[in-house]
């Protein structure tokens, strides 16, 4: 079954300790993207990655990192978590061969507070 | 830059009767459309896009959206609601035209349709 795959789907943390959120896709797509979601602002872009080794800013980029070090997996760094990061979190992909008007693939979503 | 208005945070419509989710955009050139829906506990899902051609555009699970250029709107519609469509519903827009970030989807805030036995 083609699929993007979150882990952890819920994490409580606090502030200031490390966090990975793991992202795997099993459709071979280039495409790999970073969204968070919260109330009244909708998905806001956080990285995003063409393909192995490139990856680039979206929109709301401070605060994480990102790696794409196989194509298939592309994991959500927060080295020092903040409160203001509490929020729902997607990750997505997409065929680079359909990227303009293609749609994305979204994973089930994972929720972080940070207390 | 690109951008996408959802003007209705809620709509609550009857079981039976048509249905309306408003979207409006803001792109340089010509726009890629979509509308996905997320229900609860689970990620975006893909409804339909608009990419040329025919204004209206026929998606997944009996909805379909109309382009409209002049009033550049992009409204999700359906000609008869049922209870397992409450969910929230984003438009987006992508801009093919904007050179570096023209991959990139916008997404309006979102609209929560609830559709009332």
């Known amino acids: 079954e083609a699929q993007v795959t979150q882990n952890p789907r819920y994490l409580i943390t606090v502030t200031g300790k490390k966090l990975t959120v793991t992202c795997s896709q099993n459709?071979?797509?280039?495409?790999m993207s970073w969204y968070r979601q919260d109330p009244g602002l909708g998905l806001r872009q956080i990285y995003y990655s063409m393909n192995v080794e490139a990856t680039d800013k979206g929109d709301v980029p401070e605060g994480y990192k990102v790696s794409r070090k196989e194509k298939r997996n592309f994991p959500l760094i927060l080295e020092s978590p903040s409160p203001n990061q509490t929020s729902l979190y997607f990750c997505?992909?997409?065929?680079?061969?359909?990227?303009?008007?293609?749609?994305?693939?979204f994973g089930e979503g994972s929720r972080l507070t940070v207390l | 830059a690109q951008s996408v208005a959802q003007p209705e945070d809620q709509v609550n419509v009857a079981e039976g009767n048509p249905l309306t989710v408003k979207c409006t955009y803001s792109v340089s050139g010509n726009p890629y459309l979509f509308w996905y829906v997320q229900y609860p506990n689970r990620g975006l899902q893909f409804l339909l896009k608009?990419?040329?051609?025919?204004?209206l555009v026929k998606g997944s699970y009996g909805f379909e959206a109309e382009f409209n250029k002049s009033q550049t709107s992009f409204h999700l519609k359906k000609p008869s609601a049922l209870v397992s469509d409450s969910a929230l519903y984003f438009c987006?827009?992508?801009?093919?035209?904007?050179?570096?970030?023209?991959?990139?989807?916008?997404f309006g805030k979102g609209t929560k349709l609830s559709v009332i036995p």
């Open positions: 987006a827009v992508r801009d093919p035209y904007s050179g570096a970030g023209s991959y990139q989807l916008t």
């Open positions: 608009y990419i040329t051609g025919d204004n």
């Open positions: 459709m071979n797509h280039e495409y």
């Open positions: 997505a992909s997409s065929a680079y061969r359909v990227i303009n008007t293609g749609e994305l693939f």
